[in-house]
């Protein structure tokens, strides 16, 4: 539901639930800053990729917020007829009422603002474009995917205590990763196509250290060969799934301290045809190209199409039960009584979307252009390309739309 905007709400755009509460959106058009052409940059393209992505991580780092609830949507949109890809940043702040929600909307512009250097912004101050951002098309049944981390669950060979079931996390392990093959493959798609990714400032969960250290010492355990078997004399041999997990779980009882996001990364096309194989698998693989451990989700059924569709349109991150879940059997889904604890799914969830700084960075990557490369992002207005050939030339209500639901 729309709210009767405040005064100062200019280039704001408020929706709101039937209780008061609303929420705020702003938004940045950005394009990349051109670089001279020529034969011999100043540095390489390895050493201008280490400098975006440590310019882009020290701008998230000066977004983080502890308000609820804040979220950063950094969307490409591309179109088929120009070849040519729109970018844009709209962030989501709440507000308990309309005034509430304006107010934390300009508490966050001034540090959305200070873009990094490779790309020129532009603040939307109309809000029906603003809407048409958050919206462009509706995705039709199968047009909608998600990028998540993989869930894997394991029979183990090993007994820990009454248990011998496991489930483990996966997570972005890329290190300053290229979107470039992305951003390609995203300009030639044949439909319009939307890239949307989300990123929502969260502390730690309480006690999550403790837990995923305490799990990581179990899988541990499991990994080591045990004791000889005194029927056949021979060592147990060690569980090789508890390996892969002791390894996971390690690395998170590290990572995940302090000031991290929940993240989501949705693709969606215009039309009723299924999303892109290629340039879903893509992303996947450009976000976790070491492990493997990021896998595409489709909605299973038209409840969660509608959660999806949510998702990208009211910039949410709602939680899809089937699809999510991934391989994990339902019995484990959810807290029951003699709930087995190393297939916890409070721990499951918590880590299914959770990343650290570094995660953050392999995913939220603003565009920017190579010399010599093609001229892939629209320029917003005023800005001109130099040749690249020669020498340097110069869960929330969203009102408009059914599949809102809630923050």
Known sequence: MAEAAPEDAQGILLHGAPSGESWAYVAFSLSPVPLPGGLYPEFSEARRRAD????????????????????????????PASGRIETVVI???????????????????????RFPAHVTATRIEDTAEIARLLAPFVPGWGAIAEIRKRITCRTLTRLWGAERIATAVSRFDAREPSWDRVWTQLAAEPRRTVVSVCLEPCSAPPGLTEGLTMRAQVFGTLAAPG???????GPVPGDPFAKE??????????????RLHRARVSVAVEGEAPVSDVLTGLISHTVAPASSGAVVV??????????????LMGVNRDWQPEAYWQEVPAFLRTLSVGQLW????????ALADLVDADEAAAVF?????????????????????????GAPAGSTDTGWTDFGSGV
């Open 365 to 389: 990557r603003l565009p920017h252009e190579e010399p010599g490369e093609p001229e892939l992002f629209a320029l917003r207005p005023g800005v001109t390309h130099m040749p690249s050939h």
């Open 52 to 79: 975006r992505v440590a310019a882009e991580r020290t701008w998230l780092a000066a977004l983080w917020t502890d308000r609820t609830t804040a979220r950063w949507d950094l969307r490409f949109i591309s179109d």
């Open 342 to 349: 190393l297939s916890d799914p409070r721990t499951v969830t």
């Open 298 to 311: 489709r909605p299973t059924g038209w409840e969660e199409h509608q959660v999806a569709c949510g998702n």
């Open 227 to 233: 004791q000889p078997d005194p029927m056949y004399g």
């Open 245 to 258: 997990a002791h390894g996971l779980y390690d690395e998170a009882s590290r990572r995940y301290t302090g």
């Open 91 to 113: 962030a989501q702040l709440y507000g308990a009422d309309p005034a509430a929600a304006v107010r934390a909307a300009r508490d966050a512009l001034p540090a959305l603002a």
